[in-house]
Structure formats: structure tokens, C-alpha cells
């Protein structure tokens, strides 16, 4: 049953994010052959007006194709249609229509996904009734926290500079450390005081964390704290994405430590108890929901080929040109960015599996 859920999670997920690209598409005049939600051969499909409505085997991805956008430019046959399109003439083609239609086609994936995060952070407070502040209300003695000069009722600021929006963040920058000293930065009766902590390693299984010792207070929000919270919430899961990516980059986290689509359907349905109450599922699917949907926005926007952010780059190009990039070249470079990210997704997915025998 968790696998099934955690599968429909991260198919829900996907299908708001294209839904963004089809409705903005639409809005924008743009004419799209085939909504898909999953990949590989079609299980169901139904057409209506011009565009082919299916779902696929896979359930780990979908697709909104809108027409022309990945033509060389010439006559299009498609196997969703019995008539070949004229890509070039034709005004409901991605190329033909203005490029602001275009522009808002393409970043309405990763903004419908932002959207979700937001609201299911909503619901995750809801649900749950309660919220972590960034108030230490448990430092516990003898701990490196305490031994630095931590106290309860400190409200923590930042770590190695880092804001912290919410008390999530502050584990990950303290893991990134691998037990080095961090500087932890506290408010304590309105003044700022900066401390040096030495995190201590902790065997759970076959994890190392490392840990100061340090607990915060929680609350019972209102409805305007609520939102205030769930904001903080949200924000804070696109910046950890953003921290993330340049800790990858810079070698400070293995390529190991990521996951495909293997690694996070089976991490989510470890998480969904036989016995959870009503509240605690919601809670849990809530919170994956605003971590997966954020994570995805972020990836999408990256400027590379073949993702939005890729096409977004190549729109930014053409209005300062005042010309489109031949179409031919575009979908060349395309290409090559979506074989790179094949590659990558091979590499991830094997390393998912190695994972899973170990």
C-alpha cells in the first residue's frame, strides 16, 4: 500500500506540473497534441478537439506536447493525429505564437509547482496542529550546544551564516559539516551572540548524523500564524533545493546521495505507518508533497537543455536578438541536453537499486 501511495504522490506532483504547461499553453493559443500523465506505452487515452488525452505505464513522469515546440520547422506527421500539421504555417504552433505565450507556457510547470508547495504547506500545519519555531526551548545538558553556550529560550538566527527560515534547515547545514565546528548565531534578550559548536556523530543503523543537542519550541498557530508559518515553510524548502544543488556542485555531497524516481517512491513508502490516525497521513503526504513539488520546480528551472529553464534561456536569447534561434539548432541542443539527462537518470537509477540490494 505505501508503494502505491508513494507512486500516486509522485504522479499527482508531475500532473500539476504539466497541467501548468497545458492551461498556460491554451490561454496563450498554443495547440497541444497530448496531455500524458506517465511514460512508456499507453494504458488509456481518449481524444478531444485536437488534443489526445492518456495515461502510460510508467508512472513516473508525464508530458503536455505542445504542437511544433520541438519541430525542426518543417511538416509534422503525428501518430496523435491522421493529418500532417504544417509546422510552419500553422498560428497555433509553439513557434508562431508571441513569445510572451510562449514564455508563460513554459514557466507555468515549475510556478504550478511552487503553488502546490505552498498550499500543501498549508495543509501540513493544518493537519498536524502544531508548528517548530526557531526558539530553543530544550538544549540538553552536557550536550556541544550547551558546552558552546546555548541556552533555552535563544531564538536561532543563522549557522555558517546561513538564515535559518526553519528548524529543518539547521540539520542539514550541521550534516554538510561532517562533524566540523559550525558557527551558530542566536538572538538572546535582543542581542545577537555567536557561538562555535562542535556537532557530535551519532550512529542510527547504518547513518551517521551528527547532532549539537538541541530541541525548539513548539506552538498551536492561529490561522494567520498558519499561513505565516507555511510560508516560512515553503521558503525554506527552495532555498535548502538551492543549498543542495551548490553543495553538489562543489563536491561538499556525493552524487550517491541523490535519488531517482526508484530511491524516492521507496523512501516514501517506508514513511506511511500500518496504523497511522487520519491526521498523521495527511500530514505526512502534505509534507513529502512540499518537498517533491519545491524540488521539482527548482530542477526544472535550471538552465539546461531540454528542461523549461533551458527553453526560458532560449526565449531570453530571442528577445534580445529580436529573432528566434533557428529552430534546427534549438532542437539539436535540445536533444543532446535530454541524452545527458538520460544518462544521468541511468546513473541515479542504478545507483537507487544498489541501494536497495544493499
Not at 531517482?260 to 508533497?289: D, E, H, R
Request: one cysteine or more; aromatic letters at 10%.
Amino acid at each position: 500500500m505505501g508503494i502505491l501511495i508513494a507512486f500516486l504522490v509522485f504522479s499527482f506532483i508531475v500532473f500539476i506540473h504539466e497541467l501548468g504547461h497545458f492551461l498556460l499553453a491554451r490561454k496563450g493559443g498554443i495547440g497541444v497534441e497530448e496531455f500524458a500523465i506517465g511514460m512508456g506505452p499507453k494504458l488509456w487515452s481518449t481524444k478531444k478537439g485536437d488534443t489526445v488525452y492518456s495515461i502510460r505505464l510508467l508512472p513516473i513522469g508525464g508530458f503536455c506536447a505542445m504542437l511544433g515546440e520541438d519541430s525542426a520547422g518543417g511538416g509534422m506527421s503525428s501518430d496523435n493525429k491522421d493529418e500532417t500539421i504544417d509546422i510552419a504555417t500553422d498560428p497555433r504552433a509553439f513557434n508562431n505564437r508571441p513569445l510572451k505565450d510562449r514564455f508563460w507556457a513554459i514557466l507555468a510547470g515549475p510556478m504550478f509547482n511552487f503553488l502546490l508547495a505552498l498550499v500543501f504547506a498549508v495543509i501540513l500545519i493544518f493537519a498536524t496542529g502544531a508548528v517548530s519555531t526557531t526558539v530553543l526551548d530544550h538544549v540538553e545538558p552536557e550536550s556541544p550546544a550547551y558546552q558552546a553556550g546555548l541556552r533555552n529560550g535563544d531564538q536561532l538566527l543563522a549557522i555558517n551564516g546561513h538564515r535559518i527560515l526553519d528548524p529543518l534547515e539547521a540539520s542539514t547545514y550541521i550534516l554538510v559539516e561532517q562533524g566540523r565546528p559550525v558557527m551558530v548565531e542566536v538572538l538572546r534578550e535582543g542581542q545577537k551572540k555567536s557561538f562555535e559548536v562542535t556537532p557530535k556523530e551519532v550512529e542510527r543503523g547504518e547513518q551517521k548524523i551528527y547532532m549539537i543537542g538541541i530541541g525548539y519550541k513548539i506552538i498551536e498557530p492561529n490561522f494567520f500564524q498558519t499561513l505565516y508559518y507555511a510560508f516560512f515553510k515553503f521558503a525554506s524548502m527552495i532555498k535548502m533545493t538551492f543549498f543542495s544543488l551548490f553543495a553538489l556542485i562543489t563536491g561538499q555531497v556525493s552524487l550517491k546521495m541523490l535519488s531517482g524516481p526508484v530511491g524516492i517512491v521507496n523512501a516514501l513508502s517506508k514513511s506511511y505507518g500500518t496504523s497511522m490516525a487520519i491526521w498523521q497521513f495527511i500530514a505526512t503526504v502534505s509534507g513529502q508533497i512540499v518537498l517533491l513539488s519545491a524540488n521539482l520546480g527548482i530542477m526544472n528551472l535550471l538552465p539546461i537543455p531540454a528542461l523549461d529553464g533551458g527553453r526560458i534561456v532560449f526565449l531570453a536569447v530571442e528577445a534580445i536578438r529580436g529573432k528566434p534561434i533557428d529552430p534546427k539548432k534549438e532542437g539539436y541542443i535540445h536533444l543532446a541536453g535530454f541524452v545527458l539527462l538520460m544518462l544521468l537518470m541511468v546513473i541515479i537509477f542504478y545507483t537507487d537499486i544498489m541501494k536497495l540490494i544493499a
